[in-house]
C-alpha cells in the first residue's frame, strides 16, 4: 500500500526524492557543481533560476551528472565554497539589463514548459 506522495509538488525536496542527488551546469564554462539544496527545500524550483559565478550565465539544474551525459564528457566539477552571483547575473535576474542572446537549448527542468503563469 502506498500512501499519498508527502512532499509538496515542485519544490526541491520533491525533485531530490525523485531524482537523488542533481547538479547545476553551466553551458558556457562547461562546469557544473552539486547542486546543494540548503535552504532551498521548500521552495518551487520553477521559480529558482541558478546562474553560473563565473561568467554570470543562466545554470541549469540536471538530474543526471553531466560528464555521465552523452556528448557532455568534457564537462568538468567545479565546486566553489561559496559561490557568488555574478554581476551579469544580478543584472539579469533583477531586468536591469536585458540579455537573452545566449542559446539554451535542452536541460530544462521537468515541468518548466507546462508552467502556466503566462
Ligand atoms: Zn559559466
Redesign the pocket.
Known sequence: MTGPWPHKPYTFRALQKTFGPMWVR??????YATLRLTGLLDVDYRTKRF???????E?WVCVVEPVKEHGMQDYRLDEIEHPER?PAAIDRLTGRRPNRHFDHSGGELPGRKIDGRR
Open positions: 553551466c553551458d558556457i564554462c562547461r562546469r546562474s553560473c559565478s563565473r561568467c554570470g550565465s545554470a555574478h
